[in-house]
C-alpha cells in the first residue's frame, strides 16, 4: 500500500485510520485485520488479474471496504427501528465514502476494480456483520 499523491494518501489513511477504529470497538481487532486485508489485498488481486497493466497503489479497496464493513449493520439497523438510538453522523460518512471513491478520477494510481472490489468486500462484510451483531 503505496501512495505517490499525498491527498489521497490523506484521504484513504484518514478513513482506514477512522473505520478500522470503529470497527475495532465494535467487533474486535482481528475483524480488522480480516477486513482490511480481503478488500485492500483482494481489489488489488483483481485489478491485477483483470488489467493488462494494472497501476493500483494504495489502499482505497481496503477504505472503502472497513467504511462500508461498519456503516451497513449501522444503516440496517436505522431501517429496522425508527427510533433507533445510536447517534452516528452518516452525513460524514458519505462525505468520506465520496471522496474515497472519487479518487481514481484525481489521481490515475488509485485503482477502480481494486476500489469496487474492496466496496463489494465491506458490503458483504457488513451484511455479515449486521447479522451477529457487537461483541460484548
Known amino acids: 500500500f503505496v ?3 499525498p491527498w489521497y494518501e490523506f484521504a484513504a489513511v484518514l ?3 477512522i473505520f478500522g477504529w470503529l ?3 465494535r467487533h474486535g481487532p482481528l475483524l480488522v485485520l480480516i477486513v482490511f486485508f480481503a478488500c485492500g489485498s483482494g481489489g488489488i488481486a483483481a485489478a ?3 488489467q493488462v497493466d494494472p497501476v493500483a497503489l494504495g ?5 472503502l471496504g472497513l467504511l462500508l464493513a461498519w456503516a451497513v449493520p ?3 439497523a436505522r431501517r429496522a427501528r425508527a427510533d433507533s438510538d445510536d447517534d452516528a453522523d452518516l452525513l460524514g460518512v458519505l462525505a468520506l465514502g465520496l471522496l474515497v471513491a472519487a479518487m481514481p478520477l484525481a ?3 488509485a485503482n477502480a476494480i481494486a476500489e469496487g472490489v474492496g466496496a463489494v468486500g465491506g458490503l458483504v462484510a457488513g451484511l455479515g456483520l449486521s447479522q451477529v451483531g457487537p461483541r460484548r
Do not use: F, K, Q
Open 59 to 63: 489502499g482505497n479497496g481496503a477504505a
Open 15 to 17: 478513513t482506514i485510520g
Open 3 to 5: 501512495y505517490s499523491n
Open 107 to 109: 489521481t490515475p494510481d
Open 23 to 25: 470497527l475495532e470497538r
Open 74 to 76: 449501522v444503516l440496517l
Open 48 to 50: 491485477a488479474a483483470v
